[in-house]
């Protein structure tokens, strides 16, 4: 599957990332991953240190799917808004889901990146959410009130307030904190570096198709030919994923982003809060480490990589123009130094989905679709880590792919 096309950023910030053999003859193992994108890393990192052997195989090289494509917005709120997702699934799974997307990002910040030799440019940040006309004033009030509610740090701003983070008005905002901004390329790296040091095997450039799945196992063939047997498989192909399972419950569409040149100045943007907006689809934007701009959205109904490759251009025109709108200080003065457009899944519910298909024993499909891809990513690969060592965990049915909820 074509995943992305242009110029990309994060690569560029890393340059000489530690490269990993291909397989050359037949392995075993206790569990093997399939993908060594950000889902695939998370996955290695959580098996690690439990006595299992483990293989990760990824066709590309790590990161290079769509994990080198993605923005790096780590936000516990979802493109589905609590309140929306409360009215979907009830107060408490959705309230549940939302702290669980919030405990991960903390536990990103407190446990796993203090414990990288790759530093993956973590940082803090508030997020601001705006309403993006008057009739969704009510949209940001009614989450507002909803994330109070759940026991989150939210904060109303009326126009006037919203001014002294950004310099724009809209008829209402909200401020969050507890989201983070991060180099996902570095941060899929060090995960990556981090499970290989505890004797995790990793192997890049060697694509791998299911052979057989049954009581006994998993096997691989590898497409030189070499065969790989497993106890569990962990298939964490990311979009790809739709290629070994289909999962109905998954829609691909196109989303676009772009990185400005370097910025001297960005005084006017208070803490660099990450920006995000109620309209559908909407723009969003965050700084970087050395200063430039990152801007997202104008997400199209389209999965043809051909279709998505031709907007590139007006793309990049209408995210430029949007900075210019937001931050008029830089008429004239931004520029794409990158920019690129991305296939980009989600689920119909809008909830992640951790698959168990019968017709695939012995395996689990790792499918955080969504605008909040390292994040389902962070939990999902906890929640099967501890599955598959036998830990129950009630969280673990909610992200089933045969999920049936019970709404108030
Ligand atoms: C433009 C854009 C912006 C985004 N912004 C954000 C954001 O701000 N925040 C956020 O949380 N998420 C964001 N996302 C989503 C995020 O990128 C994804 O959720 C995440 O990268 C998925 O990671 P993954 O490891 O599942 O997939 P991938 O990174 O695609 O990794 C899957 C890997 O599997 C390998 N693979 C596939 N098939 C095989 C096979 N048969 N054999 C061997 N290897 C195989 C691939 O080569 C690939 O490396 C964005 C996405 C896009 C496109």
């Known amino acids: 599957m074509d995943l992305k096309t242009g110029r990309l950023y994060w690569p560029a910030t890393y340059k000489e990332p530690q490269a990993y053999p291909s397989v050359e003859a037949d392995l075993e193992c206790d569990v093997v991953i399939i993908g060594a994108g950000v889902s695939g890393a998370c996955t290695a990192y959580e098996l690690k240190d439990t006595g299992l052997d483990v293989i990760v195989i990824d066709?590309?090289?790590?990161?290079?799917?769509?994990?080198?494509?993605?923005?790096?917005?780590?936000?516990f709120s979802n493109d589905q808004l609590l309140f929306e997702a409360i009215r979907s699934f009830g107060e408490k799974a959705a309230v549940?889901?939302?702290?669980?997307?919030y405990d991960a990002i903390s536990r990103l910040r407190d446990e796993i990146v203090p414990s990288l030799s790759v530093d993956p440019d973590l940082i803090m940040r508030d997020s601001l959410f705006f309403a993006s006309n008057e009739e969704e004033k009510e949209v940001v009030e009614q989450e507002y009130q909803a994330l109070?509610?759940?026991?989150?740090?939210?904060?109303?701003?009326?126009?006037?307030?919203?001014?002294?983070?950004?310099?724009?008005?809209?008829?209402a905002a909200m401020l969050t904190k507890g989201d983070a901004e991060v180099n996902p390329y570095k941060l899929t790296y060090g995960l990556i570096q981090a499970a290989a040091d505890s004797g995790v095997r990793i192997f890049e450039q060697t694509e791998v198709f299911l052979k057989k799945a049954d009581d006994e196992g998993v096997l691989l063939r590898t497409e030189?030919?070499?065969?790989?047997?497993?106890?569990?498989?962990?298939?964490?192909?990311?979009?790809?994923?739709?290629?070994?399972?289909?999962?109905?419950?998954?829609?691909?569409?196109?989303?676009?982003?772009?990185?400005?040149?370097?910025?001297?100045?960005l005084s006017f943007w208070k803490d660099n809060v990450m920006i995000w907006e109620s309209a559908r689809p909407y723009f969003y934007a965050r700084s970087t480490a050395d200063g430039r701009i990152v801007m997202?959205?104008?997400?199209?109904?389209?999965?043809?990589?051909?279709?998505?490759?031709?907007m590139i251009v007006s793309k990049r025109k209408q995210l430029l123009a949007e900075i210019e709108s937001w931050f008029p200080q830089l008429k004239g003065e931004v520029q794409a130094d990158f920019e690129w457009s991305g296939s980009f899944a989600h689920m119909h519910d809008?909830?992640?989905?951790?698959?168990?298909?019968?017709?695939?024993?012995?395996?689990?499909?790792?499918?955080?679709?969504?605008?909040?891809?390292?994040?389902?990513?962070?939990?999902l690969s906890k929640?099967?880590?501890?599955?598959?060592?036998?830990?129950?965990?009630?969280?673990?049915?909610?992200?089933?792919?045969?999920?049936?909820?019970?709404?108030t």
């Open 224 to 265: 030189g030919g070499y065969i790989i047997k497993a106890k569990k498989a962990i298939f964490s192909q990311g979009y790809e994923t739709q290629e070994t399972v289909k999962e109905k419950n998954a829609v691909i569409e196109s989303s676009y982003a772009i990185v400005t040149n370097q910025l001297k100045d």
């Open 148 to 171: 109070k509610k759940a026991g989150f740090d939210a904060t109303y701003l009326e126009p006037d307030e919203m001014e002294k983070w950004v310099p724009f008005k809209r008829p």
């Open 383 to 407: 929640l099967i880590a501890r599955h598959l060592m036998g830990e129950k965990d009630e969280a673990f049915s909610f992200y089933s792919h045969e999920r049936v909820y019970e709404t």
């Open 96 to 101: 549940d889901h939302y702290w669980r997307c």
């Open 59 to 75: 066709k590309r090289t790590v990161a290079a799917g769509s994990s080198s494509a993605n923005t790096g917005l780590l936000q």
């Open 296 to 310: 997202g959205g104008l997400d199209e109904r389209t999965s043809d990589p051909d279709k998505r490759d031709q």
């Open 350 to 379: 809008g909830q992640p989905v951790i698959g168990q298909y019968d017709r695939v024993p012995n395996s689990y499909f790792l499918l955080g679709y969504g605008g909040n891809g390292i994040v389902y990513s962070l939990f």
